[in-house]
């Protein structure tokens, strides 16, 4: 225990001494609290309510899901608000034309206005306001940021005011999508940390249900005297609420423990882990953790030019490419198109306004309902199966929606749009929904990690400015049978180069990870070509081959050191196996 006593000396921290000591040999031997006597038999109890009963904790600990589960309905809301504004709004500006290129390309800048924010300025402030400010502080501004935004975009009179106000949306938008995340993570105890992270997209689909609500409420609201097209404007000023209801719930929620030791905020740090934790040995223990670990994080980042060996080595690439290929899949899948379009693809289809609505509504539920299950099948089946699986799914789907335009019966027409657009919700959403935030997250090695968020999460956003802005000249050029045809044949595209390039990291260690990426491309893209006909054989044919093992982990006596990461993690493991002083 002398390095316990020592980091308690250092840290100011000798008061804690006995549960730090506590804390330190359940990090190290997370079972020993049943054979020491030292423990009392409550801290026996609470240590083993955490493997048996896992989703037993605290009321704060529970405030902070709620907290943020409702931050992600604001991003969800965010950007669902439009889809109906913009069936309204743009014969009110002139710019309702839809015949007219100068009048599609205008209202595909505004509704993407907030994505060419986070993809080239908002997003990359998203390390600066987290070192600076720590993660609730962003969280409060970015959800009041939101907040004025969405007030402001209902307060506009001409297009081009509208878009600068939604263009200052996504400083709300960008560096929100990365903390909250993040924070949650940090806050949360290992047995149930994944499945709360993922809450963070099934809690934007939520929102973007709800938006598709508040557009079909707020529809029916007639003008008054002075204020033309009341309906939009209460549609877009009402997706804030939520923000503001946020900023007043982070006052009262705990700051990352993470975050208040990276300053040397320990005895902060401590505190805030007594809140999130049921007993002081826990919080000693995280404490303790956490300090050991970014110990190790500070030592892999010294003398190191993270960005440039994000991609210069071969490890580093593949994740980069990897999470790349997910998120630009997660947007021209097309799934983005339905979710910004929807209402107006229905009028196009048939529908009347209030019906398109409607409608919009049933693929937000949809969306929301069946990423509930993700939860789950994410950690069963594994992330590449399921992208495997869902997008030539996804490129049938579409097809059905895009070839229906070609029905000469309403009737046919509006059923063939309707059924491709709620099938392409069921398969999206457990598959390319969840999998590439939670994959871009354990890809990258913990020295790169931030910076490889922030480039993955500035790839989506890049893309999803990119799809808004260029579907509704898309649909005036090639019809909607061409447009929804040009996913599908994306859809198919990025089949083949997740098959090729992205590599499964379901249930893997840092250790395990750090080999499956450093298989060379050339090798992967191979085994991934001869999965093919294994699939035919055993999807099609039933037959049962033996299936190929390309990654064969070495025991960790047998990997040899690669640098920084293999060096921090021995001395992760020394500070953690010293012998009892």
């Known amino acids: ?46 240590l083993t309510d955490e493997v048996t009963h896992k989703w037993r904790q605290t009321p704060t600990l529970y405030y902070m899901v709620v907290m943020s589960s409702l931050a992600a309905a604001v991003q969800g809301m965010d950007e669902a608000v439009i889809n109906g504004a913009q069936i309204i709004y743009p014969k009110q500006f002139g710019i309702g034309d839809s015949t007219s290129k100068r009048d599609s390309w205008l ?37 009041m940021i939101s907040f004025l935004t969405c007030i402001w975009s209902g307060l506009t009179n001409t297009w081009w005011h509208l878009f600068i106000a939604r263009f200052f949306l996504g400083f709300g938008i960008g560096p929100k999508s990365a903390t909250v995340p993040v924070y949650t993570a940090e806050c949360s105890p290992a047995p149930i940390r994944g499945a709360l992270v993922m809450m963070w997209q099934m809690w934007t689909a939520f929102g973007i249900a709800l938006g598709d609500l508040i557009d079909l409420t707020f529809y029916f609201i007639p003008d008054t005297p002075g204020v033309t097209g009341l309906n939009w404007r ?85 994740a980069a490419l990897a999470s790349w290929v997910v998120m630009f899949g997660q947007q021209f899948c097309g799934v983005n198109v339905i979710a910004y379009y929807s209402s107006t693809i ?17 693929f937000g539920a ?3 309902l069946f990423a509930l299950p993700a939860v789950f099948t994410i950690d069963t089946f594994g992330r590449r199966n399921l992208l495997l699986f869902t997008f030539p799914c996804m490129a049938i789907c579409l097809l059905i929606t895009g070839f229906s335009f070609w029905s000469t019966s309403e009737t046919g027409r509006v059923a063939g749009v309707s059924i491709g657009i709620y099938l392409f919700a069921i398969f999206y959403s457990p598959g390319e929904g969840p999998v590439p935030f939670t994959y871009s997250a354990e890809a990258f090695p913990l020295y790169i990690r931030d910076i490889g968020m922030s480039f993955a999460t500035a790839t989506t956003w890049f893309w999803n400015f990119i799809l808004s802005i260029t579907w509704p000249s898309l649909v005036l050029a090639f019809k909607p049978q061409g447009a929804f045809g040009w996913y599908a044949a994306w859809c198919c595209i990025l089949w083949v180069l997740i098959l ?82």
């Not at 505004?110 to 993660?135: F, K, V």
């Not at 892999?300 to 690439?317: A, H, S």
């Open 346 to 362: 229905f009028v196009e289809s048939g529908f009347s306004q209030v019906s398109a609505l409607a409608s919009s509504l049933g």
């Open 500 to 581: 090729l390039f992205v590599r499964e990291t379901k249930g893997r260690t840092l250790e395990e990870l750090d080999q499956i990426f450093a298989v060379p491309l050339s090798t992967h893209a191979a085994y991934g070509l001869r999965q093919i006909p294994y699939g035919f054989k055993k999807f099609v044919l039933f037959q049962n081959p033996t299936p190929e093992v390309l990654y064969e982990f070495e025991t960790e006596s047998e990997v040899s050191s690669t640098g920084g990461d293999e060096k921090a993690r021995k001395e992760v493991k020394e500070d953690l196996e010293k012998p009892n002083a």
């Open 366 to 368: 949809l969306n929301w």
């Open 107 to 143: 209202v595909g800048l505004i509704n993407s206005a907030p994505y060419l924010c986070c993809a080239t300025i908002s997003c990359w402030m998203t390390h600066p306001l987290n070192h600076y400010l720590g993660r609730k502080k962003t969280i409060f501004i970015t959800c």
């Open 234 to 318: 209460l549609m877009l000023g009402s997706a804030g609420i939520p923000g503001l209801i946020v900023c007043m719930q982070v006052l009262f929620a705990p700051e990352s423990p993470r975050w208040l030791i990276s300053k040397g905020r320990y005895e902060d740090a401590f505190n805030e882990l007594c809140r999130l934790r049921f007993s002081r040995v826990q919080a000693a223990r995280d404490l303790y953790y956490i300090h050991v670990l970014l110990e190790a994080e500070n030592e892999m980042k010294k003398g190191r030019n993270r960005v440039v060996e994000m991609f210069t080595i071969p490890r580093n690439r593949h």
């Open 1 to 46: 225990m002398a390095d316990v006593e020592i980091f308690a000396q250092e840290r100011g921290l000798t008061h804690l001494l006995p549960e730090l000591k506590k804390g330190a040999l359940v990090a190290q031997d997370p079972t020993c609290h049943d054979r020491l006597e030292i423990f009392s038999d409550e801290d026996k109890r609470i």
